[in-house]
């Protein structure tokens, strides 16, 4: 079914915005713009020749997250995002643009930013799904909703509330509510608890990490958009709702893998970029959750969250002892009068070290302490 709808996506734009600039023999200095925006070809060169962290898509981005999501404007947040686009097109720009165009009844101009953040390989597949469900729903055209829904579930989509009370999907369930009770039993007839498909769908995207890691400065390279973790994934990442967008703009997640599995709990390692916040480098995060997804146990173990702080350097071994390691950093110039941009540190003092295991219950504890409790 997948491979099926992303044939159709891009067999529909392909043709709908007909020839597109690589096919009339441009070079790679073509841009975006209004008019081709939305062409599947165009975008994907621009994308291709593009690739790596642009600080102004990023920075645009996070301005249209803020008006969209804090001052609860759409239309001047689609503005935003278009120009995020422009400067780098991105899956979670066209993906939040696409939300934001729902908002203000554009519906089919919704559908087609969905269908360029699909094939930019946006990630949660099944909650891109599940909303053009909801907008073919909205659109009366009740067939493509069904096959959408049906594929957002097989996906793993298992928000039952949702699916009952969703009022994007009311006009489905008029045409005949008891085949949409059954179409759903069926869909999800393999997820007896969608609070554990979700989790599962979620943790699965955590790569197994190699060992040893080392999150250092350098590591930070390793944060591209491939990892970026969606904001529809919240109640995994405190933080994003720790920031709430209180700040003028929000931070970014990306995932940095799975360091451990039982039967009962996974442990995750991600980082948060606060840009706008004057941090590029990330905090790192490792933090425990039982397998619904509820979280365990969390611990700072890299970075500075305030640039005064000491920054701290973790190590994570094969035996999963995690070994942190904190610095004062000296700058060349005094940051509270040039800041730290364009300000070379020209000394890392150590202050010391602290190593913590993880129990099998999922909580981390200080070696130490686990020595004093034998």
Not at 134 to 162: P, V
Not at 246 to 255: D, F, L, N, P, T
Not at 321 to 340: C, H, N, R, W
Request: glycine share 6%.
């Amino acid at each position: 079914m997948r491979q099926l709808l992303l044939f159709v996506t891009t067999a529909t734009l392909f043709a709908c915005n007909g020839p597109s600039e690589s096919k009339k023999g441009l070079s790679s200095d073509v841009t975006l713009t209004d008019r081709n925006l939305y062409s599947a070809d165009t975008v994907m060169m621009v994308a291709n020749a593009n690739a790596g962290k642009n600080k102004e898509a990023d920075k645009l981005f996070l301005q249209a997250i803020d008006v969209y999501r804090n001052k609860k404007d759409p239309s001047q947040a689609v503005a935003l995002f278009k120009k995020s686009i422009q400067a780098q097109p991105q899956a979670k720009a066209y993906y939040e643009m696409g939300n934001a165009l729902g908002d203000i009844g554009e519906l089919k101009e919704g559908l087609q930013s969905y269908d360029i953040a699909d094939i930019l390989d946006y990630k949660p597949l099944n909650k891109l799904l599940y909303n053009k469900a909801c907008y073919y729903s909205r659109l009366g055209d009740q067939e493509k909703a069904k096959t959408y829904l049906i594929s957002a579930i097989e996906f793993g989509y298992g928000n039952i509330k949702n699916l009952q009370k969703d009022p994007d999907l009311n006009n489905l369930r008029k045409e005949n509510g008891y085949a949409f009770n059954d179409m759903i039993l069926t869909a999800m007839s393999g997820a007896t608890d969608p609070d554990k498909l979700q989790w599962a769908v979620f943790s699965h995207e955590f790569a197994q990490v190699k060992f040893p890691l080392l999150l250092d400065m350098k590591y930070a390279s390793n944060m591209t958009e491939d990892r970026i973790i969606s904001y529809d994934n919240e109640r995994y990442v405190p933080e994003m709702r720790d920031y709430a967008f209180s700040r003028e703009v929000g931070a970014e997640y990306y995932r940095v893998g799975l360091v451990k599995a039982n039967d009962s709990n996974r442990t995750l390692i991600y980082g948060v970029v606060d840009e706008m916040g004057g941090n590029t480098l990330p905090v790192y995060y490792i933090a425990s959750f039982n397998n619904k997804g509820v979280l365990i146990d969390k611990l700072q173990i890299g970075g500075q969250k305030i640039l005064k702080d000491p920054f701290k350097i973790a190590t994570i071994n094969a035996n999963y002892d995690i070994e942190v390691a904190s610095f004062q950093l000296t700058y060349e110039k005094d940051p509270d009068k040039e800041g730290y941009d364009d300000n070379k540190i020209r000394e890392q003092k150590a202050l010391g070290k602290d190593t913590y295991a993880i129990k099998e219950d999922g909580h981390f504890v200080k070696k130490d302490m686990v020595l004093g409790m034998r």
